[in-house]
């Protein structure tokens, strides 16, 4: 009687890989930022310009009283919006679809990460280019680019990252388990050494690129997040499940697709 023995380490190295690629697909993948830096000139100018308003506006409340400050606030704040609004457009958009003003996201802070004019430029230049910012997922940045209607990159990024892998894992799995078939399994294994070339690692490069296109202007920057670090172990998990899959012409090998005789 002849019992087959199965490459288990190359089986348990797939599967290791498949939930590793799985999970890095919905964990934070990358949190990126940037720094909004104007010109020392401009930036003195408006600092200067906030700080004579501050100073007028007490001195008006000083001698009119508090109902005079508030009224020139709101006249201020009319004809600022009105001028930036006209020319630079809305800082940004409210969770309902609402146009954030500039003297509101000045005032209060909304739309923004704080209250002052700085945090409202970040947002107005976050808004209107599109940069994503904070912690990213890699299923949600595939889902937002066919949202965006962005189907070349969308698919680009589907293909290399999702389909690729799923691939690779799958018929690294289909090789471990089959046996005795040699016409299929050689054809199964020209497949995973083409899904092999173009898997994986490829979509670092990929985001890298996307990013450095869509931020090159400010000062941008990113952390990887326990994502990057799955996804690259998953790499190197079906990496190492490949290697230990016998050879299709050997009668011997570590993990043994060799004949055990039991007497």
């Known amino acids: 009687m002849k019992l087959l023995q199965k490459p288990w380490v190359s089986i348990l190295l797939s599967?290791?890989?498949?939930?590793?690629?799985?999970?890095?697909?919905?964990?934070?993948?990358?949190?990126?930022?940037?720094?909004?830096?104007?010109?020392?000139?401009?930036?003195?100018?408006i600092e200067y310009s906030v700080r004579s308003s501050e100073k007028l506006l007490d001195q008006l409340e000083?001698?009119?009283?508090?109902?005079?400050?508030?009224?020139?606030?709101?006249?201020?704040?009319?004809?600022?919006?009105?001028?930036?609004?006209?020319?630079l457009g809305e800082v940004g958009l409210t969770p309902k679809g609402?146009?954030?003003?500039?003297?509101?996201c000045i005032a209060t802070g909304d739309g923004a990460s704080a209250p002052g004019w700085r945090p409202c430029v970040k947002s107005w230049i976050r808004y209107k280019a599109g940069i994503p910012v904070g912690?990213?997922?890699?299923?949600?940045?595939?889902?937002?680019?066919?949202?965006?209607?962005?189907?070349?990159?969308g698919c680009l990024l589907t293909l290399f990252s999702v389909c690729f892998p799923v691939l690779k894992v799958g018929l690294t799995l289909s090789?471990?388990?089959?046996?005795?078939?040699?016409?299929?399994?050689?054809?199964?294994?020209?497949?995973?050494?083409?899904s092999a070339k173009w898997s994986m690692t490829d979509v670092f490069i990929v985001a890298l690129m996307i990013v450095f296109f869509k931020a090159e202007s400010f000062n941008f920057h990113f952390r990887a997040e326990i994502g990057v670090y799955l996804f690259a172990a998953?790499?190197?998990?079906?990496?190492?499940?490949?290697?230990?899959?016998p050879s299709a012409k050997s009668t011997k090998g570590p993990v043994g697709e060799d004949d055990i005789k039991i007497s």
Request: avoid cysteine; glycine fraction near 8%.
């Open 175 to 194: 090789l471990a388990f089959m046996a005795g078939r040699p016409q299929l399994r050689q054809s199964m294994k020209k497949w995973l050494d083409v």
């Open 62 to 87: 000083g001698v009119l009283g508090a109902s005079a400050r508030r009224k020139a606030e709101e006249i201020g704040a009319f004809w600022m919006d009105r001028g930036l609004e006209r020319s």
């Open 135 to 153: 912690v990213q997922t890699l299923s949600a940045v595939i889902s937002r680019l066919f949202v965006e209607g962005e189907w070349f990159l």
């Open 15 to 45: 599967l290791l890989a498949g939930a590793s690629f799985l999970v890095s697909f919905y964990v934070p993948f990358v949190s990126s930022d940037f720094h909004v830096d104007l010109p020392p000139k401009i930036d003195r100018g």
């Open 98 to 104: 609402e146009g954030i003003s500039w003297s509101r």
């Open 234 to 245: 998953a790499a190197v998990l079906s990496s190492l499940a490949i290697m230990t899959l």
